[in-house]
Nanobody, 131 residues
């Protein structure tokens, strides 16, 4: 069974940086064509933060573009999210996800950033940003 485990969440001050890592087990790079980070605010739906496909194409939600960088290391089966210039509104539970395909007829972002497109999910890691 594919398992995803996030790490790196912490409490930082606004303007600081964090690096989140998602480690995928029981899977191979060819079965992880698309990977993404999502976040959830208390009482809100999941928000797509960043996605990446096996060719290195990336997509970001507007609020993090220029501050966050998504990357993947297929030799280690890991997905990372480098978060810089953190703001109080970045405070959320961050979760990584893997999709079985990058093709989507309904999700406008390429690679997809729609939660419904992703099949495997981690448990999440909390990021707290204090002003």
């Amino acid at each position: 069974q594919v398992r995803l485990m996030e790490s790196g969440g912490d409490s930082v001050q606004a303007g600081g940086s964090l690096k989140l890592t998602c480690t995928v087990s029981n899977s191979t790079p060819d079965t992880m064509p698309c990977m993404a980070w999502f976040r959830r605010y208390p009482g809100w739906e999941l928000e797509g933060v960043a996605s990446i496909d096996s060719d290195g194409r990336v997509a970001y939600t507007d609020s993090v573009r220029g501050r966050f960088t998504i990357s993947r290391d297929d030799t280690k089966n890991t997905l990372t999210l480098q978060m810089n210039a953190l703001k109080s509104e970045d405070r959320a539970m961050y979760t990584c996800a893997v999709a079985r395909t990058c093709r989507s007829d309904s999700c406008p972002t390429v690679p997809p950033l729609c939660a419904s497109h992703y099949y495997y999910w981690g448990q999440g890691t909390q990021v707290t940003v204090s002003s």
